[in-house]
């Protein structure tokens, strides 16, 4: 080996990127498509690739972070007055050889960093991305999408910040020669937040405005009545438990079985009893289901 060889490629790396337009597709939704040279380099894995963004510090300076490969203990170490805000979001679609990306964002108002950056943000704006590296030979990781091979049934649950992901699940289904039986329930802000969605024969979509209710309370009630495969009657698996005030709820599986797979991602004490409802009543075998918080009511988890 040359003694000059370049070191191997990151799974995920940074990219410094400028904001080109943002354009509503719902009342709380906006799509901002950001731009650079470098997101030629960007790659996406699933449609729920997760993505960190950065964005100015309260100063309003734009993020100039480093990519070392301790960064997150050393972002961890930074005063939170200083450094710039870390959000986890979803690549909705990737056009590398263009150098944009989409990213859509819900506007839920001016309280927390990201949410208030997006509601300002005007065109020319710069952030930066930690986001798969097209160089990267292998799989990096970072989504949980995982359906099997041949699956039969799906069930979806989500709210409106996982909506991106289940945008691009449904598109990714409906280019399938047979797409599962899918059954869709996605709790949003208010009738304004429907939006188009790929579809076929075998997808019924629920939209679930939740007005002026608590976060949630409509994801729950369609785990009650969704409709789950019938299982064998064995003991109720026990349940970790998981505050979701101070962790992040994320309990998922690649499964094998074809007959089944859920995915529900949102409010993380609605999703946690999501979790409590499928697995120790209605006996959904956990191996089928990834259950993930993507916020939490009155919480910031970074
Ligand atoms: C894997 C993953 C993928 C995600 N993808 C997306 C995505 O594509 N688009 C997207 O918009 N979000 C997405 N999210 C959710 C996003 O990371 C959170 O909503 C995040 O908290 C927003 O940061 P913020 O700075 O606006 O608010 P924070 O500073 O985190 O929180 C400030 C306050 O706002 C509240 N809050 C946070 N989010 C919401 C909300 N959506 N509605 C109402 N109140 C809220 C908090 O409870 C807190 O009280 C994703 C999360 C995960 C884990």
Same mark, same amino acid.
């Given at each position: ?21 943002? #354009? ?68 909705? #679609? ?63 649950? #989500? ?18 020669? $047979? ?42 009630? #369609? ?23 101070? $962790? ?55």
């Amino acid at each position: 080996m040359s003694q000059h060889a370049s070191p191997p490629a990151s799974p995920y790396r940074l990219f410094d990127v400028a904001l080109k337009r943002k #354009a509503p597709l719902s009342a709380h939704l906006w799509r901002f498509t950001f731009e650079g040279p470098e997101v030629s380099q960007m790659a996406t894995l699933a449609p729920d690739q997760r993505i960190k963004i950065f964005f100015p510090d309260p100063q309003g300076r734009p993020p100039a972070m480093a990519l070392a490969p301790d960064w997150y203990a050393r972002y961890k170490k930074q005063d939170v007055e200083t450094r710039p805000p870390m959000r986890t979001y979803t690549i909705r #679609a990737l056009r590398a050889q263009d150098g944009e990306v989409d990213v859509d964002f819900v506007l839920h108002g001016e309280t927390g960093p990201a949410s208030t950056w997006a509601t300002r943000a005007r065109p020319g704006e710069r952030l930066q991305i930690m986001a798969p590296n097209a160089a990267f030979e292998g799989d990096g990781g970072g989504y949980e999408w995982k359906p099997p091979q041949g699956l039969k049934r799906l069930l979806l649950i #989500a709210d409106e910040t996982a909506l991106p992901a289940v945008a691009g699940i449904l598109e990714g289904l409906s280019a399938l020669p $047979a797409p599962p039986i899918t059954e869709a329930f996605v709790e949003i802000p208010s009738v304004d937040d429907m939006i188009a969605l790929a579809t076929w024969p075998g997808l019924s979509i629920e939209w679930m405005p939740r007005n002026l209710d608590a976060p949630g309370a409509r994801m729950l009630g #369609a785990a009650q009545r969704a409709a789950l495969p019938t299982t064998a009657s064995k003991a109720a698996p026990i349940l970790a438990e998981v505050n979701v005030d101070e $962790a992040i709820l994320w309990d998922v599986s690649a499964p094998d079985d074809a007959g089944f797979y859920g995915w529900v991602a949102g409010e993380a004490a609605a999703v946690l009893a999501i979790r409590r409802l499928l697995i120790t009543e209605r006996r959904v075998d956990k191996s089928s289901l990834n259950l993930m918080g993507y916020w939490r009511e009155g919480r910031v988890l970074d």
